[in-house]
């Protein structure tokens, strides 16, 4: 009880924080200078229609590196500290098979929706979307999967492949930017293009499409390996 | 001759006839390396003692003289006579008049009164503190005990006569004798220091393998060693 | 309109921390955090609000000399990395709750008391 | 020049690629992980080297081409570099040290690994605000992951927590990162910085929000509950990279960040929670046994220490940097080996590190390694607290200093009683352990980095010329014979110290104190030497640690200036410690002789502060003229002196440090190291100058204190059982005589005390030599069991008899030289009760002289002992060319105490002794000692002659022939009466005595050890009251600091 | 000078007896000397009355005798009052090491306790010495002997009266007499130190034993009764102080260690301090 109150009382203290915060706060009424500038310029310099991509992938393109790299770490430490031996699974376990119209529509939403997924981080420059966004669509049509069939075997070679090809390609394209643009992640490597079409904004496509495969198999693979621990025999 | 009994004891400490402090012990020394300690040996003058020749002529005199007029007596009471040595120091009897005077260590000490019977196991207390003392020393026997062993002639405890065991200067009879007598005693010792015929304790020296002997003799459990320094 | 979604934010962030303090089945503190974490991301969101702005995503050049009315597009750049992050905290933390109910199993947070002082 | 942005590549890139390789090309994974590791620091270390050699400009990295801040920028300046290298190296060592376990962990493991370093660097690189968020936050989750590589349930605990806690600040370091935006409408730190949010209320909360998420990181007491259970419960080796790389980039990302706030209250509000953290985290781990958790609270602590320093970054100005990095470099150096050391033995308690002992280059390391963290000479932290401490006080900031000397102080409580438990802990078994080859040469070469730094950074303070190198080579050259045979290191030792002293010699050539201190020092230094020619076998590790305190000692003859003076009483210190838990059950002993010196070094060091902050001179002349708060800068160097010389309240040391220590180390310790102390009296009292208003109750208060030092020393001495405890009280007891004849602070006062001084170093050198020899000759130190020696040891028994004749100060010995004058000092000066207490005392010394000679010579000899011989001739030949000393003193003290008064004379008004040959006579009386000499010497040999001549033919006995109430008596051990010998006078006077002192120490101690037992159960385990405290901590942090409380 | 040494004796009469002629301590004297066998346990056994007969010559020879005369000062001229009073000390010292080699426990415990005793007796007797040296401003026993001429109203004993009494008290202890006498308790430890001492040696200890307690009233007949200009002043003052140990022996029972420890640290003491007090 008296630590519920000292709990509440230290509550609010931090929402005094908050009240002192919120009062500070005003609506802004005009675009920072940074948020001008991108304003202004994001799309001559980068060439993308979606700003948020353009300073994601390239303004920012140190930020997603680590990003990528937070999913990649995560998923790798997930998987060093639940990977099993076959032997250790239980091949025997019941599990109650899903329900009919979650294996139909399983069968009919799990290519759409890695269709869209694809489509989300191919035009990420362009449309509200991008690699995380697609990579994430593409993760819960694999959940979608494990749900449907708990006994599904991820293959992991193939993922570790994709993954590992992907994040090579991302960090040698921005490797490539230091070499032929200004800088590391330089989109610049390629020509611009017409803007507001699928082939403009230089490298921020193919970056994206890194991004989205990667985070795709990452997210796949977090997701396979936690559905896997089901399986395992206590 | 030996009677039985003394033969049975004699028997019986065959087998185990030192204090067990006095028996050879192995201790083991700083280093590490066991040593052997005799006690009786290691811990005890192996020398006898010895017989002083006095100085000649006036110098002897003038010595003796002086010894004569300072008897140190050695506080030790053997026996029911020593009650009779205290009143000496009263007022009435006084003998620091004449020179004498108590002392607490044999060492210090001239005069040994063994004052009545002695027995057996206070013969060997005896003997030991007589050897201590330094030369010239001069015994007082006193009562009738130390003659012949007065009342207790035939016990199996004490001994009948004190000079087979230690020399004697002056014999007070009486059983007990007063502390007149005792004072009068002193006077007859002086004379005899002084007229040089206070040396007994050369011939104590002189004559110690027999004396030993009779010591030994009777003290049947005989665990110290020879000679007492 | 953006007040209102403010207050939500740091609302639900109370209400994480309250969570987090407070819930002694570790699995609920879980998704206290992520209520914690959802609530940072909406406070984030609304700073780059702009009244009357657009989705910061053009459909042609802009000219020279003049500003898009667009909404501030940095927070929201920033709000994806964050949720990413979040995500990645969250999978992780539930990997750490699997395990630990593997081995004490039970997922009262009081159980999990060996390391102190 | 490789771009350091190939940093990121590089390590991603490789991480990356390792998802490819299964298990068939593990090893191929490997080789390249610790390739890339080995490019990282390639990489980082040339651009410190480009920044160091060829003093390049700062780089700065545009990423994606665009200038800031618009785009992320990244900057290798050289404390980047520094940094960098730092972490890499760490990381590179680490991964080596790791490699077996993240090996078998598989390729996975090492990709976290990769990433973790890589993060770290880049979170010290960047200065974009929010990129610094998410490489911490890369940091922090990759550290989670390492947590788990032991796959224990702890673990698993531990990193929960610190999920949470870290998931918690930072939420609350975006909400400020996004509200700081806002209002500076940038993320790169220096236009935040620019914007300064602080000044006003409504940006401050941004500003506040971001400063204490990045607080919480560095884990300020108490909310730190997190950060210590994962030090607890991960792998060592990891722990190494949490304190060495981790707190180092964390530290400088706090400095980054730390201008957002650049108001004095804020830096002041930092600074103190970084005190508090210090002092905290230091405090509680003295009730720690889990050594990987106490080097936990230990990297917490220094981290807060370090914390500290960038608070007062506006005080101390420039330094700042210099200051922070010698300590940071101590403390990364000395926490990886240390963590690392722990890996190798893996034991769940410090007393388990006795194993330690097993493998003496680790033991070495080890030792190193706490004396770094600790700051003592020449580890780098020992001149950054100099420097800090100097600049503190020159600015006044005295409460500062406080609390950095109390946290270190407590610091050394736990970090010495550890070294104790390695170097002497009784174990009956030492647990086995396995020091693998890629596990040593991480720990070594830490251990290198650690001296390097040390012999880098004395050039970078330019205290270079301050030292002297010389003793401190030798020093090194005999550790590197240390394999040899003990006789030839002694040969060595002894020629080097005669060359070093004909050397130094002729530099004294007008100074006669520092002669008299160099012949004390460095003549007893080759006697006692001499006597080591008695030991057999190596003796490893003594003679290095001999002659580092010799060359200590020294080095404060040298001295000129007050670091040279401090650098040189630490070195000293050090050495004494190792030679006195030589001794096999000094550990408890050698513990408290550190404490009390470490506190006494702490107290100097307080009193040089105070003198450099008045005069801003180095020199120790400045001590003349101290004027911040002189009273108290005086009473610290005093009581920092008195340490050394065990006065009263802070003697508690010594009867066990002397008395257990080896035979030849005793003299050292008593009749030399103790001159220390004395000598820092004699140049504090020569800077107090007389008269000094200042000092006038100091003196006057130390007069007292060396009065009734000496009657308790003699009263104790006069209870021991123990030889050597009863010399060791005596010392104090003879040292309590010089304090007080110096504070007189008149020319017969100092007169007196010379005398004793150079008496004492004589006689207590013999003592301590034969006793010394005899205890080891008898296996015992006891005196009742004892006895009898007289007769094996006749040489032993007169060196001894001469010792104890000028103790007691009996004519015509020299010993009387020091009464007489003090007599007519005493009644001159006026302190006629203090001087009863000291004749008292004078008089109660014969009780335990008595003592010690009877017990040990006279009396009977024991049967163990029928056998022993002579003690070694090797011991005997400098105590008896002291003794020789002491009778040419004794005869002729004229030519050597005039011109010591000669020499005192300028300091005082007037001199007051005037000598005739060899008369000396002052206003009081006279006193001539070779007179005295010859119709004593006659008048003995008359007397002697007579008395042989009376009794030449005297029967030799044996010790049972004695007049036992006609008994004989029992055994030599019934009949020795020794034990508890002053009964009676211990029921009238034992109360003197009664062990007040030492009880109020152990309250003390006890009382803070109660007190840390109590504050670290706020470490309740539970994930919830860590997390309580977090916000508690960052509640109240914002009411005090914004809410206006 | 041995003279004095016969007033031991009278004692006795005090108690009521006749007691032993004037000159009996000669023939004693005589007597240890004449004795025939001697035994030795030890170099010290021969040293200790050595160094005890030393502390007792040695203090004789450094003090000055009678005021005025150059052949009865002595060696005083090399030292002064500190010089005397440590020299006490050589006697003890040899008298602790001879009875130590002796093995005797009994010599054990009386030097333990002789010692004990002695460190409280020096007490009030320093504080005298301080009160003396801060009234003549001197140390030197001439000194203080020739500023007492003139008169008895000039005698410390007088001008001093507290640094007089606490001398006084403490003399009482340094001649050993009861109540302060258990460092020889005849019955208890027979004779204490010496008791493993005889002939020639107990000669030696008893002609030192004559010659301290002479030397130790000559001293105090320095410092507070004015000195002796002549030999026959001397006799008599020396005399007389030594009288006064004797008549508190008769008069008082023993003291236990502890107590007599105590006691000197008590009174004596207290009246040490207060003649120091009345110089500050």
Redesign the interface.
């Known amino acids: 009880m008296l630590k519920k109150i000292l709990i509440l009382f230290l509550l609010a203290g931090v929402g005094l924080i908050f009240f002192d915060l919120f009062q500070s706060y005003q609506s802004a009424s005009e675009l920072t200078t940074t948020a001008k500038y991108y304003a202004d310029n994001g799309a001559k310099e980068v060439g993308a229609a979606n700003l948020v991509s353009a300073i994601v992938v390239t303004y920012r393109g140190l930020d997603t590196l680590g990003e990528v790299s937070i999913l990649f770490v995560t998923a790798a430490i997930i998987s060093f500290v639940l990977k099993h031996k076959p032997e250790e699974e239980d091949k025997n376990r019941v599990i109650k098979p899903a329900s009919e119209i979650l294996n139909t529509a399983t069968v009919f939403l799990t290519p759409v929706m890695i269709m869209v997924g694809i489509y989300i981080f191919i035009n990420g420059h362009l449309t509200p979307g991008g690699g995380f966004q697609g990579g994430a669509v593409i993760a819960s049509a694999v959940l979608l999967i494990f749900l449907a069939n708990p006994k599904f075997h991820l293959n992991h070679s193939i993922i570790a492949f994709v993954e590992s090809i992907s994040g090579v390609a991302f960090v040698v394209v921005g490797a490539l930017g230091l070499i032929m643009a200004g800088g590391f992640l330089d989109n610049r490597i390629l020509g611009l293009g017409e803007f507001g079409t699928l082939f403009s904004a230089g490298a921020l496509p193919i970056i994206y499409i890194f991004i989205g495969l990667k985070v795709g198999a990452e997210l796949s693979n977090i997701v396979g390996i936690l559905a896997q621990e089901q399986n395992i025999k206590n | 001759m030996e009677r039985e009994f003394d033969k049975a004891i004699k028997e019986m400490y065959k087998e185990k006839f030192l204090a067990p402090?006095n028996e050879v012990?192995q201790?083991?020394?700083?280093?590490g390396?066991i040593?052997e300690?005799d006690?009786l040996k290691?811990?005890?003058?192996q020398?006898r003692?010895?017989e002083?020749k006095p100085r000649k002529g006036v110098v002897e005199d003038?010595?003796n003289w002086?010894?004569a007029?300072?008897l140190?007596v050695l506080?030790?009471g053997t026996g029911c006579g020593s009650i009779e040595i205290p009143p000496l120091v009263?007022?009435r009897f006084?003998m620091?008049?004449y020179?004498v005077?108590m002392?607490?260590?044999?060492?210090?000490s001239?005069v040994f009164i063994i004052s009545g019977y002695l027995s057996v196991k206070t013969l060997k207390?005896?003997i030991?503190?007589y050897e201590?003392m330094?030369?010239?020393k001069y015994i007082i026997a006193l009562g009738s005990c130390t003659i012949n062993g007065g009342m207790y002639w035939d016990s199996y405890n004490t001994i009948n006569r004190l000079d087979h065991y230690m020399p004697v200067d002056v014999y007070i009879a009486g059983c007990m004798p007063r502390p007149e007598a005792l004072l009068a005693g002193f006077g007859k010792l002086k004379e005899l220091i002084k007229s040089g015929q206070g040396e007994k304790?050369n011939e104590y020296a002189r004559n110690f393998d027999w004396y030993k002997a009779n010591q030994k003799k009777i003290i049947r459990d005989w665990n110290?060693?020879d000679y007492?320094? | 309109m953006e007040y209102i979604i403010l207050i939500t934010g740091l609302a639900l962030i109370l209400m994480g921390l309250y969570g987090i303090m407070y819930i002694k089945n570790i699995f609920r503190i879980v998704i206290a955090f992520a209520l914690f974490d959802t609530g940072i991301n909406i406070v984030m969101v609304t700073i780059g609000y702009l009244r009357n702005g657009m989705a910061p995503i053009l459909d042609k050049m802009p000219t020279e000399g003049t500003t898009p009315a667009i909404v501030d597009p940095v927070p929201q750049a920033l709000v994806l990395t964050s949720i990413v992050i979040g995500l990645g905290v969250s999978a992780l933390m539930l990997t750490y709750v699997l395990k630990l109910y593997e081995d004490k199993k039970s997922l009262d947070i009081n159980s999990f008391k060996d390391l102190k002082w | 020049m490789v771009a350091p942005i190939y940093i990121i590549a590089i390590a991603l890139g490789l991480a990356f690629t390792m998802g490819l390789f299964g298990k068939q090309l593990k090893n191929i994974a490997g080789v390249l992980f610790i390739a890339g590791l080995g490019s990282l620091t390639f990489i980082s270390g040339q651009w410190l080297w480009n920044f160091m050699v060829n003093s390049a400009a700062t780089e700065i990295i545009y990423t994606a081409g665009f200038k800031p801040p618009f785009a992320i920028v990244l900057q290798m300046g050289f404390e980047e570099a520094v940094l960098t290298t730092m972490i890499n190296v760490a990381g590179l060592l680490g991964a080596l040290y790791l490699f077996p376990l993240l090996d078998k962990k598989g390729n996975n493991a090492m990709m976290v690994y990769l990433i973790f370093i890589m993060s770290t660097n880049v979170a010290v690189m960047t200065s974009d605000i929010f990129n610094l968020f998410v490489f911490t936050e890369v940091e922090s989750i990759a550290l989670a992951g390492l947590i788990l590589l032991t796959g224990q349930s702890k673990a698993f605990q531990a990193g929960m927590k610190y999920l949470i806690v870290s998931g918690i600040s930072s939420g609350l370091l975006l909400l400020g990162i996004i509200f700081a935006y806002q209002f500076s409408g940038s993320l790169t730190i220096i236009d935040m910085i620019n914007a300064n949010l602080w000044a006003v209320k409504a940006s401050s909360i941004a500003a506040f929000l971001l400063i204490v998420a990045f607080i919480i990181e560095m884990k300020p007491f108490p909310a730190n509950g997190w950060g210590i259970d994962v030090y607890t419960a991960a792998h060592p080796g990891i722990g190494a990279m949490v304190s060495a790389a981790g707190a180092s980039a964390s530290l400088y990302v706090f400095y980054k960040v730390m201008p957002l706030v650049n108001g004095n209250d804020w830096y002041y509000f930092i600074a103190l929670i970084g005190a508090i953290t210090f002092v905290g985290s230091n405090l509680v781990a003295t009730r720690q046994e889990n050594p990987n958790r106490l080097l936990g609270y230990s990297s917490i602590g220094q981290v807060g220490f370090l914390m500290m320093i960038l608070g007062l970054q506006d005080v101390l100005g420039e330094r700042t940097l210099i200051i922070s990095f010698s300590i940071l470099i101590s403390h990364y150096a000395a926490k990886a080996g240390l963590f690392w050391i722990s890996g190798i033995l893996n034991a769940e308690n410090i007393k388990d590190w006795s194993a330690l002992r097993k493998n003496p280059i680790l033991l070495f390391l080890f030792g190193a390694f706490l004396f770094a963290l600790i700051g003592f000479p020449p580890f780098p932290s020992f001149f950054g607290k100099w420097e800090l401490i100097m600049t503190l006080s020159q600015t006044g900031n005295y409460s500062w200093i406080v609390v950095i000397l109390v946290a270190s102080f407590i610091e050394g409580i736990y970090l010495f009683r550890w070294l104790g438990y390695a170097i002497k802990l009784d174990h009956a078994q030492l647990p086995a352990f396995k020091t693998p080859w890629y596990q040593l040469i991480p720990i070594m070469s830490m251990g290198l980095i650690l001296f390097g730094m040390s012999a880098y950074l004395t050039h970078v303070f330019n205290f270079g010329p301050a030292i002297n190198y010389i003793p401190l080579l030798f020093v090194l050259a005999i550790f590197a014979i240390d394999f040899l045979p003990a006789y030839i290191k002694n040969t060595v030792s002894i020629a080097g110290i005669a060359y070093y002293t004909y050397y130094l010699w002729p530099s004294l050539e007008n100074d006669l104190l520092r002669q008299i201190f160099i012949g004390i020092f460095l003549g007893g230094a080759i006697l006692t030497l001499v006597a080591g020619y008695a030991k057999k076998g190596t003796r490893a590790g003594f003679y290095p640690m001999a002659l580092m305190m010799f060359a200590g000692l020294v080095g404060l003859i040298e001295a000129k200036s007050m670091l040279q003076f401090f650098f040189n009483w630490e070195l000293m210190t050090a050495g004494s410690y190792f030679l006195i838990i030589r001794g096999k059950r000094s550990m408890p002993h050698a513990y408290s002789y550190i404490l009390f010196s470490i506190a006494g070094a702490y107290a100097i060091l307080m009193g040089f502060g105070l003198a450099y902050g008045s005069q801003l001179n180095g020199n120790l002349d400045a001590l003349s003229q101290i004027s911040l708060l002189p009273a108290l800068a005086y009473s610290l160097l005093a009581v920092g002196f008195m340490t050394k010389t065990a006065s009263l309240g802070l003697h508690i040391w010594l009867p066990g440090a002397h008395g257990e220590a080896e035979s030849d180390v005793s003299p050292m310790v008593s009749a030399i190291l103790l001159k220390a102390g004395v000598f820092g009296l004699i140049l504090l009292f020569l800077s107090i100058g007389v008269d000094n208003p200042n000092a006038t109750t100091l003196l006057y208060v130390l007069g007292w204190v060396g009065a009734l030092t000496t009657l308790i020393g003699n009263m104790g001495a006069v209870f021991q059982e123990d030889a050597k405890r009863l010399l060791a009280y005596s010392s104090i007891g003879q040292l309590g005589y010089i304090l007080f004849a110096f504070t007189f602070m008149t020319h017969m006062g100092w007169l007196a005390g010379f005398t004793y001084t150079i008496n004492h170093f004589m006689f207590k050198a013999i003592l301590f030599l034969v006793i010394g020899g005899i205890v080891v000759?008898?296996?015992?130190h006891n005196m009742y069991e004892m006895g009898g020696m007289i007769k094996k040891m006749p040489f032993s028994f007169i060196a001894v008899l001469i010792s104890i004749i000028v103790i007691g100060g009996i004519p015509p010995l020299s010993g009387f030289a020091g009464k007489w004058l003090f007599y007519n000092a005493v009644i001159e000066k006026g302190w006629y009760f203090q001087g009863a207490i000291i004749f008292f005392a004078g008089i109660v010394a014969f009780l335990y002289l008595f003592k010690l000679i009877y017990s040990v010579f006279l009396g009977q000899l024991k049967?163990?002992?029928?056998?022993?011989k002579e003690i070694s001739a090797w011991i005997l030949i400098p105590s008896y060319i002291l003794i020789i000393g002491i009778m040419i003193f004794s005869a002729f003290p004229q030519y050597i105490l005039q011109p010591i008064s000669d020499m005192i004379a300028p300091h005082f008004q007037s001199e007051t002794i005037t000598w005739t040959g060899s008369l000396a006579t002052t206003s009081l009386g006279y006193w001539d000692a070779t007179t005295i000499m010859i119709v004593v010497g006659t008048a003995f040999m008359l007397l002697l002659g007579w008395l042989i001549w009376l009794s030449a033919k005297a029967?030799?006995?044996?010790?049972?022939?004695i007049?036992f109430a006609?008994?004989?008596?029992?055994?030599?051990e019934t009949t020795h009466v020794s034990y508890n010998i002053y009964a009676g006078y211990q029921k009238a006077l034992g109360w003197i005595v009664a062990p007040g002192i030492t009880n109020f120490w152990n309250t003390m101690s006890t009382n803070l050890l109660e007190f840390a037992g109590w504050t670290r159960r706020i470490y309740s385990g539970s994930i919830q009251n860590y997390t309580l405290h977090v916000i508690l901590f960052i509640v109240v942090f914002y009411l005090i600091s914004i809410g206006g409380l | 000078m041995l003279m004095s040494s016969t007033m031991r004796?009278i004692i006795?009469r005090v108690?009521?007896?006749?007691?032993?002629?004037w000159y009996?301590p000669w023939?004693?004297l005589?007597?240890l000397y004449?004795?025939?066998?001697?035994?030795s346990h030890g170099t010290m056994f021969y040293l200790g009355p050595v160094f005890r007969l030393m502390g007792g010559v040695g203090m004789f020879l450094f003090m000055p005798m009678i005021f005025g005369s150059d052949l009865w000062s002595n060696y005083s001229f090399s030292g002064d009052l500190v010089l005397i009073l440590y020299f006490q000390f050589f006697g003890m010292l040899g008298m602790a090491l001879g009875a130590g080699e002796g093995g005797h426990p009994y010599s054990a415990i009386g030097i333990s306790r002789g010692l004990s005793q002695f460190t409280t007796i020096e007490v009030p007797m320093t504080l005298a010495v301080i009160s003396l040296a801060i009234q003549y401003d001197t140390l030197s026993i001439a000194k203080i002997v020739e500023a007492q001429q003139g008169g008895i109203m000039h005698w410390t004993l007088f001008t001093n009266p507290f640094a007089t009494v606490a001398a006084m008290l403490s003399l009482l202890g340094a001649f050993g007499h009861s109540p302060f006498n258990l460092v020889k308790a005849?019955?208890e430890i027979?004779?204490g130190p010496p008791?493993?001492?005889?002939?020639t040696f107990?000669g030696v200890l008893r002609t030192n034993s004559a010659i301290l307690h002479v030397a130790e009233a000559a001293l105090f007949m320095n410092l507070f009764f004015g000195g002796a200009s002549n030999w026959f002043e001397l006799i008599i003052k020396t005399f007389l102080i030594y009288f006064w140990s004797v008549f508190v022996g008769t008069v008082f029972p023993r003291f236990r260690i502890e107590q007599s420890v105590v006691w000197f640290l008590k009174w004596p003491t207290i009246i040490g301090i207060i003649a120091i007090i009345i110089y500050l």
């Open positions: 402090e012990r201790v083991s020394a700083p280093d390396s040593i300690i006690p290691d811990y005890f003058c020398e003692p010895k002083h003038f010595l002086a010894r007029e300072s140190w506080g030790f009263t007022p006084d620091y008049r020179g005077q002392r607490p260590t044999p060492r210090q001239n207390r005896a030991r503190s201590q330094p030369s010239p304790a110290m060693p007492n320094w | 000759k008898l296996g015992t049967d163990n002992h029928r056998n022993v029967q030799k006995v044996e010790q049972f022939n007049v006609a008994e004989r008596p029992f055994r030599p | 004796r006795a108690s009521g007896r006749i007691g032993i002629p009996q023939i004693d005589t007597k004449s004795l025939r066998t001697q035994i005849p019955n027979p004779i008791t493993e001492y005889h002939g107990l």
